[in-house]
């Protein structure tokens, strides 16, 4: 079983910058797909962005040019670096880990909450 550990919420002021870092165990993070989703209450989860392992990336319209994703396939790690925060950026942050090693798998990690104060 696939651990994922997220770091780096916080509170922070609009316009401002987190870095959020996500930590999987194991052995598979260099063949997985890595991803960041975000949810607020009463509202689904979104996609933010994903990095496969072959390197392509991929953002939702609304960072496009404010977030990056990045990973570090020798220390299991996939980072976003979130600039120009916005209040409207205030959700849980989730990292996502799926691929297909003898089988399909897909975990997540709990959460870190990010508050964008206006």
């Known amino acids: 079983q696939v651990q994922l550990v997220e770091s780096g919420g916080g509170l922070v002021q609009a316009g401002g910058s987190l870095r959020l870092s996500c930590t999987a165990s194991?052995?598979?993070?260099?063949?997985?797909?890595m991803g960041w989703y975000r949810q607020v209450p009463g509202k689904q989860r979104e996609l933010v962005a994903t990095?496969?392992?072959?390197?392509?990336?991929r953002y939702a319209d609304f960072v496009k040019g404010r977030f990056t994703i990045s990973r570090d396939n020798a220390k299991n790690t996939v980072y976003l670096q979130m600039n120009s925060l916005k209040p409207e950026d205030t959700a849980v942050y989730f990292c996502n880990m799926k691929g297909l090693i003898a089988g399909p798998f897909d975990y997540w990690g709990q959460g870190t909450q990010v508050t964008v104060s206006s």
């Open positions: 194991g052995s598979i993070f260099s063949r997985s797909a």
């Open positions: 990095h496969a392992s072959g390197g392509i990336t």
